[in-house]
């Protein structure tokens, strides 16, 4: 695939940064994962590398501790301009509000691996070759502007579930765990209504529901570890809910 100046490629170098960047885990205990942060951010200050602030969602940066490989072009402006005709990589370490810190560091690239390099952000169908499909580093890709996912078979579907598929009328192959924002145009209002639903044991689940629905029965086809938030009550306040072997029960108490 031909090299763009200016855009993102996936971090695939093997150095001794990349090495510590890919041992970074967020769902390790916290002292494991202070320690490799704290560990990648003295191999960065050991070599030639500057702290840029930068807004979050550019260049490719999705969430904290990627990384990505740039070739700087000739008119690059901005914080990047200083490094015109180098391979930079840019980490995101930390996050402060809006933005977000990056260190950035000049890399070589060699050509083996400039070769196989995955663009971030969106790819055209021409660039999500079966070849690229296969070596893509997250679960979720934007081709043409439409987000697919990676399913539970392995294969590449859209991220987008059905409205039958939001009802359990249809199976789909998104994995468990997936999140899903459903936009829903009220009758005679100019404002839209986003419901939340999430993937459990192959049902999609509304993630919010009120304290009726919870006590009639009606979420009882729910399976036992699903959990929802219910609304406020009276004077029972909102919170999860799990549902057990014995019923649905507060979170804190089961």
């Known amino acids: 695939m031909e090299i763009i ?45 500057q702290f840029i602030y930068f807004r979050k969602g550019r260049m490719g940066l999705e969430e904290s501790n990627d990384s990505v490989l740039i070739k700087v072009g000739p008119k690059k402006r901005g914080h990047l301009a200083a490094y015109k005709g180098e391979w930079v990589r840019v980490c995101w370490f930390s996050t402060y509000g809006f933005s977000m810190e990056c260190a950035v560091q000049v890399v070589k690239v060699p050509e083996s691996v ?31 502007g439409e987000p697919l996912i990676r399913s539970i078979k392995g294969t590449w579907v859209s991220a987008t579930p059905t409205d039958a ?23 005679g209002s100019a404002y839209l209504l986003r419901k939340h639903y999430h993937k459990f044991a192959g049902l999609w689940i509304k993630t919010h529901a009120s304290r009726e629905e919870l006590t009639s029965g009606k979420l009882d086809w729910i399976p036992v570890g699903g959990r929802v938030h219910v609304e406020r009550s009276g004077d029972v306040l909102s919170g999860w809910s799990v549902r057990t072997s014995d019923g649905w029960k507060d979170e804190a108490q089961s």
């Open 5 to 49: 100046e200016n855009r993102s490629y996936f971090d695939s170098l093997e150095d001794a940064v990349g090495k510590l960047i890919q041992k970074i885990d967020p769902s390790d205990r916290q002292a494991v994962y202070r320690k490799a942060k704290n560990d990648l951010r003295r191999a960065f200050e050991r070599r030639r590398c």
């Open 114 to 144: 400039e070769a196989k390099l995955i663009p971030a952000g969106d790819l055209s169908t021409q660039e999500f070759t079966e070849d690229v499909a296969a070596r893509y580093p997250k679960d979720r890709v934007s081709v043409n």
């Open 165 to 187: 598929a939001l009802q359990n009328l249809e199976k789909d192959e998104i994995p468990d765990g997936v999140g899903y924002y459903k936009t829903i145009r009220q009758p």
